[in-house]
């Protein structure tokens, strides 16, 4: 359904539309508000074995001489922040598990020195197959990490070898049986809308959760980012994305897959059983405050956003020096926020608040009409309390943000 085509300005219509049985996007798949009182951490390892071609976050294959001193400067960042207590700590990557055991030790027993965590506390690490082994689950488990996220991506050599992974699908087969030894909570990654992807290679993915007892899953299609290996294969026409209409089809087939196995989508990318949502993760939609440290992790405190120096080399020499390794800060205006608030409630099955909308200065006057017509359309659903996205419209998303949102 073209969105060029909805006559926008039509008048407000007199209608609450219900939630649908049928529909998985429902107000209970949205899983637990996250706690506004409560502190969340984000750590970041940049390293990885390789440079995924499809790649865009801040990672940087080998250093491996390198690891020693980064350690060191994230270390000197944590104790220089809040003890606590924190709800959510998430180590993220690149991929933390190629510290290698003893680093990984290091760098776990600091952290735990300087903070304290609630007693509820979700302590969540990335993991890749290649890397992840009995001994960096061992070390993880013993210094307080409950949940492993492993980057899985496919259960399929030729779809590994495509997306430049440095794994095969019965390394990651192992490294999840391991995980599950170890930790009653492990999310496994995914990647679909590859060239030449079946749904029966779709559903032979989709499998690994029921084989393994897995209740969190993210999803995510191919994205070809600029300054990827990808985006210059497809500049010199090596590489083409799949069509739209088959990538909305993929995606309503992997929704139902997963419904299948009693786990419901409560973000766009993100599926569990009821209780297992990333509560981390949680913590950003819901526009929460959260720490960070390391190259390039991003904070929000008080309003202000800090991005910290990319580069680890350069990260470690301005936190050595002791300075805070800001690479860029900006005040969030009201504007920003409000923005925020509808891109990022949005991607929640519940949707954006209509009470947080009118707190942050948002009229009804100016988005209700347009919601209306969009719900005419069957894209949005509209409750005394909340704003959100059918299944119908989940698939144009972006489209449907961009409409809502202040012009």
């Known amino acids: ?19 649908s049985k049928a529909d998985p996007w429902t107000p209970a798949a ?10 969340h951490l984000y750590l970041h390892v940049p390293y990885c074995a390789a440079k995924c071609p499809y790649c865009d976050f801040n990672s940087v294959a080998g250093r491996e001489d390198e690891h020693v001193a980064y350690v060191a400067a994230l270390l000197t960042e944590i104790r220089r922040l809040p003890v606590g207590p924190y709800r959510t700590v998430f180590i993220g990557g690149g991929t933390p598990t190629m ?46 990490v409950n949940r492993i996220s492993l980057g899985v991506q496919s259960t399929h050599d030729h779809h590994l070898r495509f997306l430049g992974r440095v794994h095969d699908a019965a390394q990651a087969e192992v490294a999840i049986g391991l995980a599950r030894e170890r930790f009653a909570r492990v999310s496994a990654d ?5 060239p030449g992807q079946t749904t029966a290679e779709i559903d032979a993915d989709l499998d ?11 999803l995510y299609h191919l994205a070809i980012e600029p300054g990827t290996e990808f ?3 497809r500049a010199r026409g090596e590489l083409a994305e799949i069509h739209p209409g088959q990538s909305h089809a993929l995606f309503a087939h992997v929704a139902d897959g997963l419904g299948a196995l009693g786990l419901i989508p409560y973000e766009t990318s993100n599926f569990s059983k009821p209780g297992e949502e990333s509560r981390h993760n949680l913590a950003y939609w819901h526009q929460r405050d959260y720490a960070a440290a390391g190259a390039g992790a991003v904070s929000t405190l008080a309003g202000v956003r800090l991005t910290r120096e990319k ?14 390794a800001g690479w860029k800060s900006e005040t969030l205006t009201p504007a920003d926020r409000l923005a925020e608030a509808w891109m990022l ?53 972006d489209e449907v943000t961009v409409h809502l949102m202040p012009d």
């Open 208 to 218: 690994l959760y029921r084989r393994h007892g897995l209740a969190h899953a993210s």
């Open 30 to 39: 949205a899983g637990p508000a996250a706690d506004p009182a409560a502190a």
């Open 99 to 144: 510290l290698g055991p003893a680093l990984l030790a290091r760098l776990l027993a600091g952290l735990c020195d300087h903070i304290r965590l609630t007693d509820d506390a979700e302590f969540t690490c990335e993991a890749n197959p290649g890397s992840a082994d009995a001994a960096a689950f061992a070390v993880l488990s013993e210094h307080g």
């Open 345 to 397: 409630g949005l991607r929640l099955a519940a949707g954006v608040p209509r009470e947080h909308l009118a707190a942050l200065g948002d009229d009804e006057a100016r988005w209700l009409p347009r919601a209306y017509v969009l719900a005419r359309e069957g894209l949005l659903e509209l409750t005394a309390t909340h704003v959100r996205l059918t299944a119908q419209g989940r698939p144009v998303q």
């Open 190 to 194: 995914l990647i679909f809308g590859l």
């Open 231 to 233: 985006h210059a294969r």
């Open 1 to 19: 359904m073209p969105l060029a085509g909805l006559n926008l300005a039509a008048g407000p219509m007199p209608i609450e539309p219900p939630f």
């Open 311 to 324: 580069h680890a080399g350069r990260y470690i020499a301005a936190i050595n020096a002791g300075q805070d």
